[in-house]
């Protein structure tokens, strides 16, 4: 009887004691855990089971401190938000649809069984430079009637790359894809290897086809060879809708590169790709960069000191409107954004510290120092040279073109693409993007959100809403070429070479 009764009491000092409610927490806890497992989609990776959750969860409860539980809660709805960063825009149906005109059928077949009239090119710059040039090559050949000579491609002081256009593109699908539209040959046929070509230096920036039409199909007509130089910007953004169809077929479809550079490119994709999505980041701020823009990096005063007096000795480099000076620039987005400036936007777009940043882009001035700012921030930070094993890049390591299209293989598969600077290739993955279902590109509105970066007194959570709602509708959304006159119809495909049912096109 005895024993009973002390038993009892011990029973109830137990039941009184907060070691008891601690227990008992523990193990609802516990129940709650194995029901929710049991609730889990068996096929999930391991890696995505919310252990990190159940021991914080645990914490919480051991401690008992309300503060812990709002800390909690709030990281909960941080993961929540996170999520929306890799959320893709809604594209409205838009696909692919190069439907030519009855006339353009036509025509095809006499100007592809022409044997008398050959176009040759030579394209300069960087290879997504030179890739512009090849599009707007075949254009201007569909336009002469011509055959094209398979382009050259000059080697630049610069880039230093002596890559030919079979080391980079796939030759066979090139003429395969463009048989219907115009011939496409190796080179100059025995009637005509001993003709000296009429060479033209003089394309004016922006020509029109029929501007093209009436200066050289005389000429080529007479001689029988065309050679034409420097055709960056020449032809005419705005052009007739079956010419802007045969820019993206070129573009989108006849330009693919070699299979090596596509597997190389797809390796490196799928090793990004193995720990979750990524974001392919094209950072541009290398030296060049800094001088032909006019800006200034802000790395310290030597690095601009160095700048300056690069541009002053070579004024040539300078791209366009060399009466501005540097702070005018900056206000008129015509500066790269800066490590720090990349940093802190993403950062506003909801970007997680855990987020997988592919860089494509040279070595920035002032090394990799220069991206700590960023890389503080997103740790996760690779480039081709990260991710690949040993030996893998050997053969292509002095081949600035070949790195580019392995550059641009892994940012146009990547989940969120952002340039930081416009450009070539920028303009060049943006269109693949949009073309390829418009996949999330984000472009940074530079001008407008310069102040927002110069305002010092702004609070951050201000900055980053500001941001988010000025970037809203610039996060790759289907963009209508036509609602501004001059834009590139391979960066914005939009109507002339994708619809969804609402967009109407020439078919006679």
Known sequence: MLLSQTHRSKLRAFLRSSRFFISLIFLLGFLWMLMILSNLNPSMPSSQLPCSVSQETEAVIANGDSSSVLNFTSKIAESGDESEFWKQPDGMGYRPCLDFSGRYRRESGEIVKDRANYLMVVVAGGMNQQRNQIIDAVVIARILGAALVVPVLEKNVIWADESEFSDIFDLDHFK??????????????????????????????????????????????????????????????????????LRCKVAFDALRFVPRIIELGTKLTERMRSKGPYLALHLRMEKDVWVRTGCLPGLTRDFDEMINNERKARPELLTSRSHMTYHDRKLAGLCPLNALEVARLLKALGAPSST???????????????????????????????????????????????????????????????????????????????????KKTIIPNKRRMRPYFLNSSLPESEFNRLILELQRNSMGQPVLRTSKAGRDVTKYPIPECMCNGTTTHSTL
């Open 356 to 438: 997988r940043i592919y860089w494509a882009g040279g070595v920035p001035l002032g090394g990799k120092e220069a991206l700590l700012p960023l890389t503080s921030e997103f740790p996760h930070f690779f480039n081709k040279e990260d991710l690949a094993l040993p030996g893998e890049l050997e053969r292509i390591a002095n081949k600035p073109s070949i790195l580019a299209a392995v550059d641009d293989i892994v940012s146009e598969n990547s989940d969120v693409f952002m340039p930081s600077h416009g450009g070539n290739m920028g303009h060049a993955i943006q269109g693949h993007r949009a073309y390829a279902g418009h």
């Open 176 to 245: 395969s894809v463009l048989a219907n539209d115009v011939r496409i040959v190796s080179s100059l046929p025995w009637t005509h290897v001993m003709t000296r070509p009429v060479e033209e230096k003089r394309t004016p920036f922006h020509a029109s086809h029929q501007w093209i039409r009436s200066h050289y199909h005389k000429k080529l007509r007479r001689e029988g060879v065309l050679l034409l130089r420097g055709l960056d910007s020449r032809l005419s953004k705005d052009l007739p809708s079956d010419l802007q169809k």
